[in-house]
């Protein structure tokens, strides 16, 4: 296949951008010294031999966001904490781009704390540096402190399946309800689907459960130093029922502590002689800050002047439709959205193979399909470039994001 990396292009690339003033951005004649890991990253082009190795190659620009929509100066200004939220359909490159505005937040002056909330995490690969175990983790390398942490949902989970379990030593919904003093009306609370979410619980609890952890870290001292926080968040899916779980969440407990309060008076005596008290109270107590937390969540998803949620896609039919769902959901729950980073994007060339063309006319399409799509042409779009080396560690996360974050 003719489509091989480009170190043909190495040593002479340059990128013009596509803004009226066609000013041109020089890369590094190689940028070996940038990346030790490698020789050279350069764009997955062409190697083509109409091209002479010395002929500097003039491709459209890339990562160029639009001109009304503030750029990385707005969003590394101020020491007032910040949080980045990052998502998009699985695989489009959400960690390489969390991270890379992570280490450029922590390269500008922010000490920055970096979270995934994925389930499956990939900070570590990104970084090329372990950060599992769901504690804080710095990461060697930027000039300013920049610690990750890969939330683990089942620890996080842990706290309010343990309050099914004291119990009785079953985890089961019935004995969860008993302990909360609501067995008898259980069936009640049948459509409140508790018993669901402790048990086999849908996949945006265990996100918003994590960011609630991360809520919960950043009311201790020991976070106080964090003026940027990126989250690296799950797939899609799992971010819309995110969104919507904060209000079911909040409306099932409310309604389950409400309905525990009324009966408290009754039961209390049984209770108090089976000495059970305490645990119950303990649960009920749980439940009371899991709700809490959620408001909390809510509250920082749809907080403007503090958080920003940026769409992370590739140019593919499939990846911007998804897209411009999430964008839809997003807007609708009020989080405020400004930007798409359209990633993976084939740097033009003066010539392509085959398989190039195609893939190039099928990006060219979905690229057009944004530019028309009522819902994400209105977000300042950033397009990066698809790189020939797998972005790992440090030094290539600083390269990607100086081609992203301007
Ligand atoms: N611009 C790019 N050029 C080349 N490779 C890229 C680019 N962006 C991401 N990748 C690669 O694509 C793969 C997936 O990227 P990444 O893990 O960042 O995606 P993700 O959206 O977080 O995935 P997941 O949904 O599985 O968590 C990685 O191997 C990464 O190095």
Redesign the pocket.
């Known amino acids: 296949m003719a489509c091989h990396l480009a170190s043909a292009i190495s040593s002479s690339l340059r990128i013009t951008n596509p803004t009226p003033t066609n000013s041109l951005l020089s890369f590094p004649p190689t940028l070996s010294h940038l990346l030790p890991f490698h020789k050279s990253i350069t764009f997955l082009s062409l190697r083509s031999s109409t091209i002479p190795p010395t002929k500097p190659l003039q491709v459209r620009s890339v990562a160029t966001p639009t001109e009304s929509i503030a750029g990385f100066d707005d969003m590394v200004a101020g020491t007032e904490r910040k949080y980045y939220m990052l998502g998009?359909k699985?695989?489009?490159?959400?960690?390489?781009?969390a991270a890379s505005l992570a280490v450029k937040f922590a390269n500008n002056g922010h000490p920055t704390l970096v979270v995934s909330t994925?389930p499956?995490h990939?900070l570590s690969d990104?970084f090329a540096q372990d950060l599992a175990g769901g504690a804080l983790i710095q990461v060697d390398g930027p000039d300013y402190p920049l610690f990750a942490l890969e939330i683990n949902p089942d620890k996080a989970r842990e706290d309010f399946r343990d309050a099914a379990k004291q119990n009785g030593g079953s985890t089961g919904v019935k004995d969860f309800m008993d302990g909360m003093g609501l067995g008898m009306i259980e069936d009640q609370l049948g459509e409140l689907k508790l018993g669901e979410l402790l048990d086999t619980p849908p996949p945006g609890l265990d996100e918003a459960i994590a960011i609630s952890k991360v809520m919960q870290f950043l009311e201790s001292p020991e976070y106080n130093m964090f003026t940027r926080i990126v989250f690296?968040t799950a797939?899609t899916g799992h971010t819309l029922r995110l969104l919507s779980l904060p209000d079911f969440l909040d409306a099932s407990i409310g309604k389950i502590l409400k309905l525990r309060q009324k009966i408290a008076s009754a039961t209390s005596a049984i209770k108090s002689v089976f000495g059970q008290e305490n645990t119950r109270q303990d649960a009920a107590d749980k439940l009371e800050k899991l709700r809490e937390r959620m408001i909390k969540v809510r509250e920082l998803f749809r907080d403007t002047d503090s958080t920003e949620f940026v769409i992370?896609t590739i140019p593919t039919v499939m990846a911007v439709s998804e897209s411009s769902r999430l964008s839809a959901s997003l807007k609708k729950e009020n989080v405020p959205v400004k930007r798409l980073i359209v990633?993976?994007i084939l740097p033009p060339s003066a010539s392509d193979c085959k398989f190039c063309a195609v893939k190039r006319k099928d990006q060219t399409r979905a690229l057009d399909m944004i530019q028309n799509d009522p819902e994400l042409s209105t977000l300042s779009m950033i397009q990066?470039?698809?790189?020939d080396v797998?972005?790992?560690g440090v030094p290539a996360l600083k390269f990607?994001g100086d081609i992203i974050w301007k």
């Open positions: 998009g699985g695989g489009v490159g959400k960690t390489s781009c994925d499956a990939s990104s690296d797939p992370v990633n993976q990066a470039p698809l790189v797998e972005i790992r990607l």
